[in-house]
């Protein structure tokens, strides 16, 4: 009817302009270095290089959000391929990885507790030396001292990754003892027990120390 006016949204509820608008965004080029823009481009990524495509144009843009998608979508993107394969394509892209890395350093306080966690695992999964490092050095550390604020699935994932990464330098310290002539040093290295890190972050958990 003539001047009548057109129904209105309910207060809180996404227009069709609304939603048309954020359908469009993860379809058009990546031109604005805003968190949700980029956020679209790194979940709509299909490969490693396109993560790290972004990681390099837009890393100083990123926020915690981000930071943690990037990680998420690198495993998701390297988790099939074969070591080796993984290895080849990791290191073509080397200095994107560590800008990613660098990144998260100084971000990771920042992190809430389920993004923490989730960061530590991808980081881990990737089984690259430089993030193994960060692993160990800065996000293990605030794994530990964040525990009470982890779920059970928190809890298992950062579990896992620490106990995978404290692994895999145990082997490569061994390969390079095994290289350097010392098998000694490299067969004393494999039966080292491995720190138990459910417990480590159980007693945080706990306040058993």
Known sequence: ????????????????????????????????????????????????????????????????????????????????????????????????????????????DRLDARGLANVAYACARLDHPSATAVMLDVLAPLCAARAREFNGQDLSNSAWAYAHVCALRRQRASAEASADGGAAGAAEGVHTPAPVSYTHLRAHETDSY
């Open 1 to 108: 009817m003539a001047g009548r006016a057109a129904p209105q949204p309910a207060p809180g509820m996404p227009t069709l302009r609304t939603a048309q608008s954020r359908a469009a965004a993860a379809l058009l080029p990546l031109t604005r270095t805003d968190a949700f823009t980029i956020n679209c481009e790194l979940t709509g990524a299909e490969s490693a290089e396109h993560v790290l495509g972004v990681v390099r144009d837009h890393a100083h843009a990123f926020n915690v959000v981000n930071i943690s998608t990037a990680f998420s979508q690198l495993h998701e993107t390297t988790r099939e391929l074969p070591p080796a394969e993984r290895r080849r394509v990791l290191g073509a892209h080397d200095t994107q990885l560590r800008l990613l890395l660098r990144t998260v350093t100084r971000a990771a």
